[in-house]
């Protein structure tokens, strides 16, 4: 009986925390497409862990109804890669991923501040 009760419990809590997670955003087929091009059209090279990074968050832009987002995430992707590559870091390795990551996160805080 003690152990029915400690399952249910479990079950229970687990159900309450996976209800708590924050959702995924999925990208409409179409914004998948319009990203791919503006990544492309902006330098990006295809099967990179930085384009990867450039079609999701400009997927989420084009979904939102803003393409102009979505272009100055690509173009600031492409910086992003040129820097990294500059610091010599390989493209596969983890270094790379995070330095693109903080690159591209730092120009779209820039153009931010500059739009406000």
């Known amino acids: 009986m003690v152990r029915g ?3 249910m419990v479990a079950l229970g809590a687990l159900a309450v925390t996976a209800a708590m997670l924050p959702r995924a955003h999925g990208q409409s087929g179409q914004a998948l ?3 791919e091009q503006v990544c492309l059209q902006n330098g990006v090279a295809p099967s990179t862990a930085a384009f990867e990074g450039c079609v999701a968050r400009a997927a989420l832009a084009f979904d939102r109804g803003q393409p102009d987002l979505a272009a100055r995430q690509a173009r600031a992707t492409r910086d992003a890669r040129e820097i990294c590559l500059a610091y010599e870091l390989s493209p596969e390795s983890l270094g790379y991923r995070h330095c693109v990551a903080t690159e ?3 120009a779209l805080d820039q153009l ?3 739009h406000d």
């Open 112 to 114: 931010a501040e500059h």
């Open 104 to 106: 591209v996160e730092r």
């Open 5 to 7: 009760s400690t399952i």
């Open 33 to 35: 497409v319009l990203a």
